[in-house]
């Protein structure tokens, strides 16, 4: 797995394959499933595909949590995407359709959006005067 960016550095990879809870996952993970592994590397594979997208306009996504159990995930848009005017509507109609179309198990994605002064490359960036 390439690197996805920021949180997401490294592949998923089991330390002991006999049990679940000693896996490293790029990303803080909680809840048990017999699937961890699987949905968080699915996860990832799918933020990869995002990301790359966010960052040509000056933004990064990480995700800051998931809960393999409930199907949670929690995400946030940094750098331009903090000075950007649409970034609720790249959180709830891009990213949070993406990963639900994709992933059946995402029962909910929470965003947020941390604010930031830095200029985006985008059309949709407010210009500074």
């Known amino acids: ?4 960016g920021p949180g997401l550095d490294g592949a ?3 330390t ?6 000693t896996q490293t996952f790029p990303f ?10 699987a949905r968080v590397r699915d996860l990832a594979d799918v933020i990869e595909v995002i ?16 809960d393999v159990e409930t199907g949670v ?4 848009l940094s750098g331009a995407c903090g000075s950007c005017a649409v970034s609720a509507a790249t959180l709830n109609g891009g990213v949070n359709r993406i990963l639900r179309d994709r992933l059946s198990w995402i029962t909910d ?3 947020d959006v941390q604010e930031s002064d830095v200029d985006g490359y985008g059309g949709w960036t407010p210009k500074h005067s």
Do not use: N
């Open 12 to 14: 998923v990879e089991p």
């Open 51 to 66: 990301q790359p997208v966010i960052a040509a306009d000056g933004g990064s996504l990480d995700v800051l949590a998931l």
């Open 1 to 4: 797995m390439k690197s996805g």
């Open 16 to 21: 002991s394959t006999a049990d679940p809870s």
């Open 28 to 37: 803080p993970v909680t809840g048990e499933h017999p699937d961890a592994a």
């Open 109 to 111: 994605v929470i965003g």
């Open 73 to 76: 995930v929690r995400l946030q």
